[in-house]
């Protein structure tokens, strides 16, 4: 339950801060607590399990709690914790010569202590402290974490870029050895390739720089009330020559109005692309991709439906997972990196939306993007 708050002023300071459960069978410890981090979401429960409880239902920081209590007591609240959600923050409160427990609780992977009867000054330092150190924790993981996705990115950067590095070179080699007759139809037909290829690297670059852009500089959304058929059209154009050398029919089915919607116009503009380009991709000449869109009350939804030739259930899952590429004729040659699925998806649930798929083997897909009001 949380703690009814005096006032105005103390709700609007608590309600900036960081959340913080106190955990006392006391109600005058809880009270105490309460009163000295008047700069924090402070929570209260009085027993293990109502702390459980409110910890399935509100964003906890960190978690103060009592090692003596009745029913559930503190270690084993720490435990229960712990097993739940591993870097959950947890302070155990117990008296001067309870150092055996102390001891037990570290061990527990308590991230630090306070004895009784409570500093407030300790009080506010254990908690910024550990809170602190918490968000060291927190940048770390983000940092290996980009660390592996670099050092993914550039092994999947180098497989493919090395094929039409390889081909364009071995041409050049040729040429300048006087291998070769331009009026030959079969130079003509390597020359062609060659081409292709080299508007491939170009291809690749493009999303190479693309990626650092939105990837690899990620940062916090940019919210702003947009109108989601504004995006698409501007996507539905920039596919459109894509489309028709392709032998593609791209159709706008989208509705005249489009209520507006908060979200990232950058990432959400990201999503279309890559719904769009990958509808592109596996529709056979000859098909047609058709985008049209919905809205109601609580959410603004936009369908890009194809003619291809659908997904396997097996396969709708893996399609955005990272660098997964769905190779229909099993050449080990697909071009890409595959990651624009991947991202779309973080992006969609970002704005706490989401991307659902309609796919029938042999009947096209539907993919959906789903975004609150």
């Known amino acids: 339950m949380s703690l009814e708050l005096k006032n105005e002023e103390t709700l609007e300071q608590r309600q900036e801060g960081p959340g913080v459960l106190v955990v006392d069978d006391e109600a005058v410890i809880r009270d105490l607590c309460t009163r000295a981090l008047k700069a924090f979401t402070v929570f209260d429960a009085a027993n293990g399990e109502e702390a459980l409880s409110i910890l399935e239902k509100e964003e906890i920081d960190i978690v103060l709690t009592d090692i003596m209590m009745p029913h559930t007591n503190g270690l084993d609240l720490l435990q229960e914790i712990k097993r739940r959600e591993p870097n959950k923050a947890v302070v155990v409160m117990t008296g001067y010569a309870d150092k055996d427990i102390i001891l037990k609780a570290l061990k527990a992977d308590a991230d630090d202590f306070i004895t009784k009867p409570i500093n407030l000054l300790q009080l506010r330092t254990v908690i910024d402290k550990v809170l602190e150190k918490q968000a060291l924790k927190e940048e770390l993981v983000q940092l290996k974490k980009m660390d592996r996705l670099k050092t993914d990115f550039l092994g999947l950067v180098s497989h493919k870029l090395k094929t039409p590095v390889t081909a364009l070179s071995l041409f050049i080699q040729n040429l300048s050895r006087g291998v070769g007759d331009p009026d030959d139809p079969n130079f003509q037909k390597h020359l062609r390739m060659m081409q292709d290829e080299s508007s491939y690297l170009v291809y690749l670059i493009q999303d190479l720089l693309y990626y650092s852009e939105v990837i690899l500089q990620e940062g916090p959304l940019k919210l702003a009330d ?9 996507a539905i154009l920039e596919f459109q020559p894509d489309a028709a050398n392709k032998g593609l029919k791209l159709i706008n089915e989208l509705p005249e109005t489009c209520p507006p919607t908060r979200f990232d116009r950058k990432r959400v503009r990201f999503i279309v692309q890559a719904l769009l380009e990958n509808a592109i991709k596996f529709t056979p000449t000859g098909g047609e991709i058709t985008v049209f869109g919905e809205s109601d009350e609580s959410s603004c939804r936009l369908a890009i439906r194809d003619t291809g030739p ?19 004729l099993q050449t080990g040659q697909v071009r890409g990196f595959g990651l624009g699925l991947f991202y779309a998806r973080q992006f969609a649930r970002a704005h706490g939306g989401k991307i659902k798929l309609e796919s029938v083997p042999g009947e096209g897909t539907t993919a959906w993007l789903i975004l609150p009001r």
């Open 226 to 234: 947009s109108d989601l058929r504004s995006v698409a059209t501007a």
């Open 310 to 328: 659908g997904i396997e259930e097996n396969e709708q899952k893996k399609i955005f997972e990272k660098f997964y590429q769905i190779d229909p």
